[in-house]
Protein backbone atom coordinates (compact mmCIF):
# COMPACT_ATOMS: atom_id res chain seq x y z
CA UNK A 1 0.00 0.00 0.00
CA UNK A 2 0.98 3.50 -1.10
CA UNK A 3 2.22 5.52 2.48
CA UNK A 4 1.23 8.97 2.56
CA UNK A 5 3.12 10.76 5.28
CA UNK A 6 2.14 14.25 6.95
CA UNK A 7 4.03 16.69 8.41
CA UNK A 8 3.82 18.54 11.09
CA UNK A 9 0.68 16.64 13.09
CA UNK A 10 0.25 19.35 15.09
CA UNK A 11 0.63 23.02 13.58
CA UNK A 12 -0.47 25.87 16.10
CA UNK A 13 -0.82 29.35 13.94
CA UNK A 14 -0.72 33.09 14.91
CA UNK A 15 -3.65 34.56 12.92
CA UNK A 16 -2.98 36.24 10.26
CA UNK A 17 0.04 34.39 9.48
CA UNK A 18 1.08 31.36 6.92
CA UNK A 19 0.79 28.07 7.26
CA UNK A 20 2.29 24.93 5.28
CA UNK A 21 1.53 20.83 5.12
CA UNK A 22 3.71 18.51 3.82
CA UNK A 23 2.60 15.26 2.27
CA UNK A 24 5.26 12.59 0.92
CA UNK A 25 4.14 9.52 -0.87
CA UNK A 26 5.76 6.13 -0.62
CA UNK A 27 5.13 5.63 -4.61
CA UNK A 28 4.69 8.20 -6.82
CA UNK A 29 1.43 9.42 -7.74
CA UNK A 30 1.80 9.69 -11.24
CA UNK A 31 -1.08 8.12 -12.62
CA UNK A 32 -1.05 6.49 -16.42
CA UNK A 33 -2.88 9.15 -18.05
CA UNK A 34 -0.27 11.71 -16.65
CA UNK A 35 -2.98 13.04 -13.94
CA UNK A 36 -1.80 13.30 -10.41
CA UNK A 37 -4.72 12.16 -7.89
CA UNK A 38 -3.06 14.17 -4.72
CA UNK A 39 -6.19 15.62 -2.89
CA UNK A 40 -6.65 17.92 0.45
CA UNK A 41 -9.54 17.74 2.75
CA UNK A 42 -10.68 19.48 5.96
CA UNK A 43 -12.48 18.16 8.84
CA UNK A 44 -13.56 20.92 11.22
CA UNK A 45 -14.42 20.15 14.44
CA UNK A 46 -17.76 17.93 14.74
CA UNK A 47 -18.19 18.03 10.70
CA UNK A 48 -17.68 15.77 8.03
CA UNK A 49 -14.69 16.11 5.73
CA UNK A 50 -14.77 18.67 3.27
CA UNK A 51 -12.51 18.60 -0.13
CA UNK A 52 -10.46 21.84 -0.54
CA UNK A 53 -8.06 20.24 -3.61
CA UNK A 54 -7.79 17.73 -6.21
CA UNK A 55 -5.30 17.07 -8.60
CA UNK A 56 -2.72 18.46 -6.40
CA UNK A 57 -3.72 22.31 -7.38
CA UNK A 58 -7.02 22.45 -8.22
CA UNK A 59 -8.88 24.48 -5.76
CA UNK A 60 -12.68 23.30 -4.78
CA UNK A 61 -15.62 26.01 -5.95
CA UNK A 62 -16.26 28.03 -2.59
CA UNK A 63 -12.66 27.10 -1.28
CA UNK A 64 -10.71 30.72 -0.55
CA UNK A 65 -8.02 31.28 -2.52
CA UNK A 66 -5.64 31.36 0.66
CA UNK A 67 -5.62 28.04 0.45
CA UNK A 68 -3.32 26.47 -2.17
CA UNK A 69 -1.65 23.49 -3.30
CA UNK A 70 1.83 21.97 -5.09
CA UNK A 71 4.14 19.88 -5.94
CA UNK A 72 4.65 16.52 -7.83
CA UNK A 73 5.93 12.87 -8.12
CA UNK A 74 5.85 12.52 -4.30
CA UNK A 75 6.20 15.35 -2.70
CA UNK A 76 3.22 17.98 -2.16
CA UNK A 77 2.50 20.95 0.18
CA UNK A 78 -1.08 22.67 1.36
CA UNK A 79 -0.19 26.20 2.35
CA UNK A 80 -2.43 28.90 3.97
CA UNK A 81 -1.65 32.34 2.96
CA UNK A 82 -3.22 33.90 5.65
CA UNK A 83 -4.95 31.41 8.71
CA UNK A 84 -8.10 32.54 9.84
CA UNK A 85 -10.53 31.41 12.92
CA UNK A 86 -12.28 29.36 10.26
CA UNK A 87 -9.12 27.48 9.11
CA UNK A 88 -9.16 25.44 12.63
CA UNK A 89 -9.48 21.73 12.21
CA UNK A 90 -7.81 18.72 10.41
CA UNK A 91 -6.16 18.33 7.48
CA UNK A 92 -5.46 15.22 5.42
CA UNK A 93 -3.93 14.67 2.04
CA UNK A 94 -5.00 11.60 0.12
CA UNK A 95 -3.93 9.69 -2.72
CA UNK A 96 -6.15 8.46 -5.48
CA UNK A 97 -4.12 6.66 -7.68
CA UNK A 98 -3.24 3.24 -6.37
CA UNK A 99 -5.28 0.94 -5.02
CA UNK A 100 -6.20 0.95 -2.07
CA UNK A 101 -6.63 4.66 -1.40
CA UNK A 102 -4.75 6.00 1.08
CA UNK A 103 -4.89 8.94 3.61
CA UNK A 104 -2.02 10.67 5.71
CA UNK A 105 -2.02 10.85 9.27
CA UNK A 106 -3.52 14.38 9.54
CA UNK A 107 -2.49 17.23 10.62
CA UNK A 108 -3.88 19.35 13.43
CA UNK A 109 -4.16 22.98 12.87
CA UNK A 110 -5.07 25.59 15.99
CA UNK A 111 -4.38 29.46 16.56
CA UNK A 112 -1.90 30.16 19.08
CA UNK B 1 -27.41 20.41 -4.54
CA UNK B 2 -25.61 16.59 -4.43
CA UNK B 3 -26.99 15.39 -1.00
CA UNK B 4 -25.37 11.60 0.57
CA UNK B 5 -27.28 10.74 3.65
CA UNK B 6 -26.42 7.71 5.22
CA UNK B 7 -28.36 5.46 7.63
CA UNK B 8 -27.86 2.10 9.19
CA UNK B 9 -25.39 2.37 12.51
CA UNK B 10 -25.78 1.59 15.76
CA UNK B 11 -24.74 -1.12 18.34
CA UNK B 12 -23.71 -4.77 17.22
CA UNK B 13 -22.52 -7.49 18.98
CA UNK B 14 -18.61 -8.63 18.23
CA UNK B 15 -19.57 -11.26 15.32
CA UNK B 16 -22.71 -9.53 14.61
CA UNK B 17 -23.84 -7.92 10.64
CA UNK B 18 -24.91 -4.51 10.15
CA UNK B 19 -26.07 -2.91 6.51
CA UNK B 20 -25.68 0.56 6.26
CA UNK B 21 -27.16 2.68 3.18
CA UNK B 22 -26.42 5.83 1.27
CA UNK B 23 -29.16 7.74 -0.40
CA UNK B 24 -27.70 9.89 -2.75
CA UNK B 25 -29.69 12.94 -4.40
CA UNK B 26 -28.95 15.92 -6.44
CA UNK B 27 -26.95 14.21 -9.08
CA UNK B 28 -26.80 11.47 -11.36
CA UNK B 29 -25.73 8.75 -9.17
CA UNK B 30 -25.63 6.01 -11.87
CA UNK B 31 -22.84 8.20 -13.66
CA UNK B 32 -20.55 8.28 -10.87
CA UNK B 33 -17.94 5.51 -8.33
CA UNK B 34 -19.13 5.97 -5.62
CA UNK B 35 -16.61 5.36 -1.73
CA UNK B 36 -17.26 4.28 1.86
CA UNK B 37 -14.43 5.89 4.24
CA UNK B 38 -14.25 5.39 7.92
CA UNK B 39 -12.99 7.37 10.78
CA UNK B 40 -12.59 5.35 14.21
CA UNK B 41 -13.53 7.36 17.79
CA UNK B 42 -10.92 10.32 17.84
CA UNK B 43 -8.65 8.92 14.96
CA UNK B 44 -8.01 9.77 11.29
CA UNK B 45 -9.50 8.42 7.98
CA UNK B 46 -9.38 5.34 6.76
CA UNK B 47 -10.70 4.47 3.07
CA UNK B 48 -12.80 1.25 3.07
CA UNK B 49 -14.36 0.78 -0.28
CA UNK B 50 -15.18 1.81 -4.06
CA UNK B 51 -17.73 0.40 -6.34
CA UNK B 52 -17.83 1.54 -9.99
CA UNK B 53 -20.92 3.15 -11.89
CA UNK B 54 -22.21 -0.47 -12.81
CA UNK B 55 -21.19 -2.39 -10.02
CA UNK B 56 -19.21 -4.51 -12.28
CA UNK B 57 -15.48 -3.18 -10.56
CA UNK B 58 -15.42 -3.58 -6.65
CA UNK B 59 -12.21 -2.34 -4.46
CA UNK B 60 -11.58 -2.70 -0.42
CA UNK B 61 -8.85 -2.10 1.86
CA UNK B 62 -7.77 -5.59 3.07
CA UNK B 63 -8.66 -5.44 6.61
CA UNK B 64 -12.27 -6.05 5.81
CA UNK B 65 -12.08 -8.27 2.34
CA UNK B 66 -14.03 -11.12 2.53
CA UNK B 67 -16.31 -9.72 5.54
CA UNK B 68 -17.89 -6.51 4.08
CA UNK B 69 -19.60 -6.32 0.78
CA UNK B 70 -20.21 -2.57 -1.12
CA UNK B 71 -23.50 -2.53 -3.30
CA UNK B 72 -25.51 0.36 -5.06
CA UNK B 73 -28.98 0.14 -6.59
CA UNK B 74 -29.08 2.51 -9.28
CA UNK B 75 -32.47 2.52 -9.67
CA UNK B 76 -33.30 3.55 -6.13
CA UNK B 77 -29.78 6.12 -6.06
CA UNK B 78 -28.27 4.07 -3.20
CA UNK B 79 -25.05 2.89 -1.76
CA UNK B 80 -24.84 0.08 0.53
CA UNK B 81 -22.32 -1.46 2.84
CA UNK B 82 -23.12 -4.99 4.11
CA UNK B 83 -20.58 -5.93 6.93
CA UNK B 84 -20.81 -9.27 8.32
CA UNK B 85 -18.11 -10.53 10.96
CA UNK B 86 -17.69 -7.40 12.73
CA UNK B 87 -14.91 -6.44 15.29
CA UNK B 88 -14.39 -4.44 18.15
CA UNK B 89 -12.05 -2.31 15.76
CA UNK B 90 -14.58 -1.85 13.05
CA UNK B 91 -16.27 1.11 15.47
CA UNK B 92 -15.67 4.31 13.53
CA UNK B 93 -18.22 6.73 11.38
CA UNK B 94 -18.86 5.28 8.42
CA UNK B 95 -19.06 8.00 5.39
CA UNK B 96 -20.55 7.38 1.63
CA UNK B 97 -18.63 9.70 -0.35
CA UNK B 98 -18.30 10.25 -4.50
CA UNK B 99 -15.97 9.75 -6.42
CA UNK B 100 -13.18 7.03 -7.45
CA UNK B 101 -9.69 9.19 -7.43
CA UNK B 102 -11.05 11.44 -4.87
CA UNK B 103 -14.24 11.88 -2.86
CA UNK B 104 -15.42 15.40 -3.73
CA UNK B 105 -18.67 15.42 -1.45
CA UNK B 106 -19.21 13.26 1.66
CA UNK B 107 -22.53 12.30 3.64
CA UNK B 108 -22.74 13.19 7.84
CA UNK B 109 -21.86 9.67 8.29
CA UNK B 110 -23.75 7.27 10.36
CA UNK B 111 -22.06 5.79 13.90
CA UNK B 112 -21.14 1.80 13.99
CA UNK B 113 -20.29 0.41 17.45
CA UNK B 114 -19.15 -2.92 17.72
CA UNK B 115 -19.29 -4.03 21.44
CA UNK B 116 -20.44 -6.73 23.85
Known amino acids: DVVMTQSPLSLPVTLGQPASISCSSSQSLVYSDGNTYLNWFQQRPGQSPRRLIY???NRDSGVPDRFSGSGSGTDFTLKISRVEAEDVGVYYCMQGTHWPRTFGQGTKVEIK | EVQLVESGGGLVQPGGSLRLSCAASGFTFNTYWMTWVRQAPGKGLEWVAN????????YYVDSVKGRFTISRDNAKNSLYLQMNSLRAEDTAVYYCARGMTTADYWGQGTLVTVSS
Open chain 2, 51 to 58: IKQDGSEK
Open chain 1, 55 to 57: KVS
